[in-house]
C-alpha cells in the first residue's frame, strides 16, 4: 500500500488538513451543488461578487468564496485550491478557471483523483452561472 505522501504533493496534503474558505455563507450572492455519483464527491460552493474599480473600470470582482465538500482529501483540496484562486479575481477571470490550473496550483493530482479538479471547476462555473442568473431575474422584475 502506498504512502500518503508518496500520493498526494505537500500542497494537496496542505490543503486537505488546513483548508481554506471553508464554510457555509450568509446571504450568497451565487452558490452552486455538483457532484459525482461514481465517487459520491460533492461540492458546494458560495461566492460574493461586489463591483469596484479595477484598471480604472468597474468590474465585478468575486469579493469572498466559500466551500462546503463532503468528499476525499483530494476534493477538499482542490476545493480549497479553487477558492484561493478566484478569490479577489474579476468574474471573468474567475470563469476562466480550469481542473488543468487547480491540478497545476496543487503541484499534480493522482490520475485517479482527476475528477476532483473538474468537479471545482464545475463549482466554480455554476455558481458565476448562478449569480448571473440572479441579475438576470433581478432586472427582468
Known amino acids: 500500500m502506498a504512502n500518503i505522501n508518496q500520493l498526494y504533493s505537500k500542497k494537496v496534503l496542505d490543503h486537505f488538513f488546513h483548508p481554506r474558505n471553508m464554510g457555509e455563507m450568509k446571504n450568497p450572492d451565487g452558490v452552486s451543488t455538483v457532484g459525482n455519483p461514481v465517487c459520491g464527491d460533492v461540492m458546494r460552493m458560495f461566492i460574493k461578487v ?3 474599480k479595477v484598471k480604472g473600470k468597474s468590474e ?7 466551500f462546503q465538500t463532503l468528499g ?3 476534493a477538499i483540496a482542490t476545493s480549497s485550491m479553487a477558492t484561493e484562486l478566484i478569490k479577489g479575481k474579476t468574474l471573468a477571470q474567475a470563469e476562466k478557471l480550469t481542473n488543468k490550473a ?3 496550483a ?4 493522482p490520475p485517479a483523483k482527476t475528477h476532483c479538479s473538474i468537479l471545482a471547476e464545475e463549482a466554480v462555473r455554476k455558481a458565476i ?3 448571473k442568473n440572479k441579475l438576470k431575474t433581478k432586472s427582468e422584475k
Open 50 to 52: 461586489k463591483n469596484q
Open 60 to 66: 465585478e470582482v468575486v469579493e469572498d468564496v466559500k
Open 72 to 74: 476525499c482529501g483530494a
Open 102 to 104: 487547480v491540478m497545476e
Open 106 to 109: 496543487l503541484d499534480g493530482l
Open 129 to 131: 452561472e448562478d449569480y
